[in-house]
DNA sequence: CCGAACAAGTAGCGTAGCTACACATGAAGG
DNA sequence: CCTTCATGTGTAGCTACGCTACTTGTTCGG
């Protein structure tokens, strides 16, 4: 799919594939590539800078850690991270019903209820 | 809601208002908020150039009219639009799908069918 | 006469994802 | 041994696109 349709809802999915368990970046693309069935194939210039950005807003706090030699920096869900995520989800909610209802079959305004 | 969340969507969303017959620029950005009750309310600056590209993608046709000395552009669906459309309408189905998979509650990977 | 609603439009900004690159290490293979 | 690939992190610059703010013009009501 498009990708770039993620626009805005990027930093909702990083925090839901946190909520699962902390990640270190890597892992974060692969986790999105595995559980979108491949839909989701992000680039590296596309996740770092957005979980830099989570982290100044302090939805997420990274730890370094030395794994064979590699230097991983791990991602954790904060507090405010879990609050911001139920916001996030919120949002998706309202969002997908507002769209839907152009886009989603049946309905159209004459259609009674 | 956030407007901004739109990105990329917005064509779609246009699309689907001139479904239901031809309309100008300023009925649509009435028709939007009306169908989304206020959600959406978007600017002219949004609407009229998201409408230019649609046209110049041959999506749209404009047709000049006047209305009480007013000048009207009144935009319609072409067959291409609709074809568009359509493939807007799947392109949403699917994203809905795999945002929804991380954001929906319920059937985290482990769940079995 | 003046302001609000109607109607269209542009210029410039900011956000955010993408492309393309750079850098480093460890494992595998010729 | 040396090259190549997978792992792992990161930045610079581009582009797309919606938003803010402004402009122009008409009709209508107070």
Redesign the pocket.
């Known amino acids: 799919m498009k990708?770039?349709a993620?626009?805005?809802h990027?930093?909702a999915l990083l925090l839901a594939v946190l909520e699962q368990g902390a990640l270190?970046?890597?892992?974060i693309i692969e986790a999105l590539r595995a559980r979108s069935d491949g839909s989701l194939d992000?680039?590296?210039?596309?996740i770092?800078?957005?979980l830099?950005?989570l982290e100044r807003a302090g939805h997420v706090a990274s730890t370094w850690s030395t794994?064979?030699?590699?230097?991983?920096?791990t991602y954790q869900l904060t507090d405010a991270g879990r609050r911001a995520l139920a916001g996030e989800r919120a949002g998706w909610h309202e969002f997908q019903q507002t769209v839907g209802r152009f886009l989603d079959p049946g309905s159209p305004p004459g259609t009674p209820a």
Chains 1, 2 share one sequence.
């Open positions: 990708a770039q993620l626009h805005g990027l930093d270190h970046g890597y892992a992000l680039p590296t210039g596309t770092y800078p957005a830099r950005r794994v064979n030699g590699r230097e991983r920096r």
